[in-house]
């Protein structure tokens, strides 16, 4: 049984991991977007995304704490830089992946792992800046509904009063 057993071994040694991962999350960063297994994409989205939400923060900390997982100057300067900038009005979600079907190969499930604001397909065009995230609650729909029927009532009754 594997109660309370949360993390994707991979099949590898804790150091062999680590390193995967870290690799994997440099690709990631450096090149917006990266094909691997699903297994993988998906222990590499729990693995990145909290080092991009470290990166809108840019102090020394931060980046001495994101350098301790990467290794990279270059990763952590790409991270702190251009991919902080894009990121900094998203709440987290900062990935996407999507499922390429089987590898001819041995038959392993493909996947490909972006960043999600920088695809061109699914965002908005190039020449559109994008907003600060609109916040929401569920139960705001019946409230504007009603206050939107009330109005139009409002409108109407005094055309019917000037007859």
Do not use: W
């Not at 590898?12 to 991991?17: G, I, L, N, Q, S």
């Not at 094909?35 to 222990?43: E, H, I």
């Not at 900038?85 to 001819?104: C, F, H, M, Q, S």
């Not at 065009?125 to 029927?149: D, N, P, V, Y």
């Amino acid at each position: 049984m594997r109660h309370g057993d949360k993390i994707k071994n991979l099949s590898r040694t804790k150091a062999h991991r680590d390193a995967l991962l870290s690799n994997l999350a440099c690709q990631l960063i450096q090149h917006k977007r990266i094909v691997t297994t699903l297994a993988k994409a998906k222990a590499l989205r729990v693995y990145a995304e909290p080092l991009i939400t470290k990166g809108k923060e840019n102090t020394t900390h931060q980046r001495r704490v994101v350098f301790s997982y990467l290794q990279d100057k270059e990763v952590v300067k790409e991270l702190f830089g251009a991919v902080a900038e894009k990121v900094a009005g998203r709440p987290g979600g900062y990935t996407r992946i999507i499922k390429l079907g089987a590898r001819p190969g041995d038959n392993a499930e493909q996947a490909l792992i972006e960043l999600v604001d920088f695809n061109d397909i699914y965002g908005k065009g190039k020449g559109e800046e994008k907003t600060a995230a609109k916040k929401t609650r569920r139960s705001g729909g019946k409230k504007k509904a009603a206050e939107t029927t009330e109005k139009a009532e409002e409108t109407t009754t005094p055309e019917k009063s000037a007859e």
